[in-house]
């Protein structure tokens, strides 16, 4: 009967610390997706500020490399900063890159909005649900993604050579929609990837500033994905409408 009492108890205890754990994960989840969803709306912001000002889109457009380089550069230092620095630092790396990119694209909205403003708003609308597919998929699996999220890390480098050489040499058109169509399908694969490493460095033990430096860097993550698709989506929508 002691025994029986005794498992009793520890049952209701592991069930209380599961429920406990759930529930701080599902809170440190929801405070990501929060952080990246204010980022692209910070970014469709930024961006559609510059698109409508033609002052402002033959700036941006006459410094696209200096904004480029910044996005890059940033893209290489912010996770540094975000897992080591303050969460102020970790911000402010988040709010700037998220700015950037607004202004890197304002003058594409622009040029996609004279063809058709609806491609934009396809293009939103495909990228959300692919990557809220994909992000339910890697939250949801218990395959281990790792293998997966390396080869795909490795593509995305082959995929830049592949665009710069088509952008300042091929320049062909059916070869560019080739390789949206597969820009697409590597950062949904790691969309999902992405998402279930940021599950996983979820610590119960955390303190607050911690958990909140780990947010900004699962959302910044996310953010860069979830760009990127909506860009290739875009250029997929854009050649085919063509």
């Given amino acids: 009967m002691a025994f029986g009492q005794d498992r009793t108890k520890y049952m209701s205890r592991s069930q209380a610390q599961t429920a406990q754990l759930d529930e701080g994960l599902r809170s440190y989840m929801l405070r990501v997706y929060n952080y990246m969803s204010l980022g692209v709306a910070f970014t469709g912001a930024i961006a559609m500020i510059v698109a409508m000002n033609p002052a402002l889109v033959q700036a941006v457009a006459s410094m696209f490399w200096l904004f480029f380089i910044g996005v890059l550069g940033l893209g290489f ?45 396809r293009a939103f609308f495909i990228t959300a649900g692919t990557f809220a597919g994909m992000s339910l998929l890697g939250y949801t699996t218990k395959k281990n993604l790792a293998p997966m999220g390396a080869f795909l890390a490795m593509a995305t480098i082959g995929l830049l050579i592949a665009l710069l050489v088509n952008a300042f040499f091929i320049q062909d058109g059916a070869f560019q929609l080739l390789l949206s169509v597969v820009v697409v399908l590597v950062f949904s694969g790691l969309t999902a990837y992405e998402t279930q490493m940021i599950k996983n460095m979820y610590y119960e033990t955390d303190g607050a500033d911690v958990a909140t430096r780990k947010s900004i860097f699962g959302a910044f993550m996310l953010y860069g994905s979830f760009i990127t698709l909506f860009i290739y989506i875009l250029s997929i929508l854009g050649i085919m409408r063509e």
Wanted: aromatic share 12%; hydrophobic share 60%; glycine share 8%.
């Fill in 77 to 121: 230092m912010a996770p540094r900063i975000m897992t080591s620095k303050s969460v102020g630092a970790a911000q402010i790396c988040f709010w700037v890159y998220a700015g950037l990119w607004g202004a890197l694209l304002g003058p594409m909205m622009a040029a996609y909005a004279a063809i058709d403003p609806m491609l934009i708003a």
